[in-house]
């Protein structure tokens, strides 16, 4: 199993623990791109660049920018990305 399925795994265990009633977003680098697509940050096709975008949001919401999409990183990013959709969809609209 890779490091991100993993994640993913642990990040579905921890999630149902501190009540997150739905289920844990996958941590896999395309999904993790199209989360910071849907409130408009475009990552660069590297590790590297994933890295860097995952510690910047991580400070931003003020978790440790240690560049992990551990379970509460992702459940935030997933989190924020819904938001920004719905926002989208609200402005649209009008």
Known sequence: MTGRGML???????????GWAEPAPSADPES???????????????????DEAVAAFQSR???????????????????YAAEARELSRFHNAA
């Open 61 to 79: 919401v003020g978790l440790t920018p240690d560049g992990e999409a551990g379970p509460r990183t992702v459940h935030l990013l997933a989190r």
């Open 32 to 50: 993790l791109r199209a989360l910071f697509a849907d409130f408009g940050v475009q990552v660069g096709p590297t590790s590297a660049d994933l």
């Open 8 to 18: 993913n795994m642990v990040g579905t265990a921890v999630g149902g623990l501190i």
